[in-house]
């Protein structure tokens, strides 16, 4: 039976959840449920390319709950749940989490997802009493989903694992446009990171592993700038290496990027600290383009990476691991295998259904009122 169902985000930036946003969106309509994609936070500079690509699928945009407040975001959204006739929320990120949890009884939804996509699940108590009023709750890696019933204090059995959509998209340049683009020589040696610029995702120690390592490379850190590039920038000309780092802002041809690199870098902070990634769609795309990506160690993405590609958090051990990832021969081909086992796990085919039938499930269950 097909669903409507309101995937609701913090704001219309095209970060790695809201890119994962519009993938399922797409995927899901085209199997005949009506999907709608919801804001929290309304009209936002840098919006305009996530609205024009969503509306481009054929897909309906609401501003949705405006207001600083959680509990004014709640009646916002529960008004709109009611109006548009929702079946099931989908929520990226926290504070849509938590707003869809409280909100859909009172818009006279079926249920709502709790979807996890890092792996912070320390609520305190009253968020934690919010995140059972959910329905069902999915994880994109199984480390979290397993921890999550003792976390929330909910039933493992409406507790999914589903990994994340990998990007169908083909390149939109050439890997020498790409060079050209970023002012690197056609034998230069390259590493990308793909994160937003924030300080979560710890860009700095990555820059500062480049600084000391003992191969000759480049570094092209890609994403929306949240208020560190100034500070990344300083970083880099402190060390000397501000000539061999770009920062080319938001990429959406990153598949294109991908072509043009030698190596991948994650450094956001791993499990165990106060926030953790859940599992990094940035690392996904890294590793399916056939690229070794060094990382720091986190549970969520182990099963994506070479064990040697794994290491401590320090920028000597980084270094050392890009080091090896650029030099050793058998790196790529390692990557390669990885990467077409990866590409069938994640494949659209693969992962659609499982949203479809957590949907589905989303709508038959009851919360713990």
């Known amino acids: 039976m097909p669903l409507r169902v309101a995937i609701l985000l913090q704001h219309w930036l095209l970060g790695g959840a809201e890119r994962q946003a519009l993938h399922v969106a797409r995927a899901l309509q085209a199997k005949g449920h009506h999907l709608e994609l919801w804001s929290l936070e309304g009209a936002h500079p840098g919006a305009a390319q996530a609205l024009e690509r969503a509306r481009a699928g054929g897909l309906t945009t609401v501003d949705a709950g405006h207001g600083r407040s959680t509990m004014a975001r709640v009646l916002a ?46 609520l305190g108590v009253a968020r934690a009493f919010v995140a059972r009023q959910a329905t069902v709750y999915v994880s994109n890696a199984e480390p979290v989903r397993a921890r999550v019933p003792g976390a929330f204090g909910v039933d493992a059995a409406r507790c999914l694992c589903i990994p994340n959509i990998l990007d169908p998209a083909v390149a939109l340049r050439t890997v020498a446009q790409w060079r050209k683009a970023l002012a690197l020589a056609a034998d230069a040696r390259v ?3 793909l994160a937003r610029l924030h300080p979560k995702k710890r860009i700095d120690l990555a820059i500062r592993a480049l600084a000391a390592m003992k191969v000759g ?3 092209v850190v890609a994403g929306l700038d949240q208020g560190a590039l100034s500070s990344l920038r300083e970083v880099a000309r402190s060390l000397g290496v501000e000539g061999r780092v770009r920062f080319p802002g ?3 041809d990153v598949t294109g990027l991908l072509a043009a690199c030698d190596a991948g870098i994650y450094t956001s902070s791993p499990a165990g600290e106060a926030w953790g990634e859940g599992s990094s769609n940035a690392v996904l795309e890294v590793v399916t383009a056939g690229l070794p990506c060094v990382c720091v160690d986190d549970p969520a993405i182990r099963a994506f990476v070479d064990p040697a590609d794994i290491a401590a958090d320090t920028p000597a051990a980084l270094a050392a691991a890009l080091d090896g990832a650029l030099t050793d021969p058998g790196a790529r081909p390692r990557a390669a295998v990885r990467a077409e086992a990866l ?5 659209p085919e693969v992962v659609v ?3 479809e039938e957590a949907l589905l499930r989303a709508a038959r269950a009851r919360g713990t009122a």
């Open 191 to 193: 590493i990308v990171s």
């Open 343 to 347: 590409r069938k796990r994640h494949a």
């Open 217 to 219: 490379a480049s570094m």
């Open 250 to 252: 938001h990429v959406d």
């Open 353 to 355: 259904p499982l949203w």
């Open 77 to 122: 959204v529960s008004a709109r749940l009611r109006a548009r006739r929702i079946d099931v929320v989908l929520p990226f990120t926290v504070t849509p989490n938590l707003v869809a949890a409280a909100s859909w009884r009172l818009g006279g939804a079926r249920g709502s997802v709790w979807n996890q996509r890092d792996s912070y699940l320390d």
